[in-house]
């Protein structure tokens, strides 16, 4: 049953710690993204990756971190330098990079800073 | 600055009637346009694309049509289900690369 999993779906923090949010695909897609969804907002790219070892900033990059060192782990950790870290978390895969891909979207973390 | 709009925040209709859901863009670079549909707590799943060489795209109750001049595009849902009450994105891009840029998105109700 191919798919993309986040883990966890809800998750709390205290202000001043990083937090890891985990994403895991296996439908072998080359390519994989982070998304920040805010209340009334769009979905706004944080980072992505088009292959195994490589990533680049999307337009909210700051206060972020990411590895690819797996094809299919794409992981994201909020830093304590993210100034307004609460929010709907969204990992997405494409097979290709290329944009007449589908993009399939994980379920999402929900992110609270405490 | 907003690239792509989706000026109505929510539409309500009634089942079985149409919905038309409408979207804005300013980047004259945008050539790929889709749609996606949100439940709450869910992650966002692709309904419909078209390219900007077409006008026009079907897939079964759901069309998308582009006006280039306008720049604007509309998803049309025909006959409107309960099912289909959820939020709907539009996106965009330009080049070869997967990096959509999205809407805010619209709230869809449809009404039994």
């Known amino acids: 049953d191919g798919g993309i999993t986040q883990s966890p779906k809800y998750l709390f923090r205290k202000e001043g710690q990083n937090v890891t949010l985990s994403c895991e695909q296996n439908?072998?897609?080359?390519?994989m993204y982070w998304y920040r969804q805010d209340p009334g907002q769009g979905l706004r790219l944080i980072y992505y990756?088009?292959?195994?070892?490589?990533?680049q900033k999307g337009d909210i990059a700051e206060g972020y971190s990411v590895s690819r060192e797996k094809k299919e782990s794409f992981p994201l950790t909020v830093t304590s330098a993210q100034k307004n870290p609460t929010a709907f978390y969204l990992c997405?895969?494409?097979?290709?990079?290329?944009?007449?891909?589908?993009?399939?979207f994980g379920p999402g973390t929900r992110l609270t800073v405490l | 600055d907003q690239q792509v709009k989706q000026n109505s925040p929510s539409l309500s209709v009634q089942e079985g009637r149409i919905s038309i859901l409408n979207c804005d863009y300013t980047?004259?670079?945008?050539?790929?346009f889709l749609w996606y549909k949100k439940y709450p707590a869910e992650g966002p799943t692709f309904l419909i694309s078209?390219?900007?060489?077409?006008d026009k795209n079907e897939d079964g109750r759901f069309t998308v049509f582009l006006n280039k001049s306008a720049k604007h595009l509309s998803l049309h849902i025909v006959p409107s289900q309960p099912g289909d009450s959820a939020v709907y994105f539009c996106?965009?891009?330009?080049?070869?690369?997967?990096?959509?840029?999205f809407g805010r998105g619209t709230s869809l109700i449809v009404h039994p």
């Open positions: 997405a895969s494409t097979e290709t990079g290329y944009r007449t891909d589908t993009q399939y």
């Open positions: 439908l072998n897609h080359d390519a």
């Open positions: 990756s088009q292959i195994v070892n490589d990533f």
């Open positions: 980047n004259s670079m945008f050539d790929y």
């Open positions: 078209i390219s900007s060489i077409k």
């Open positions: 996106a965009a891009s330009a080049g070869g690369s997967y990096i959509p840029t």
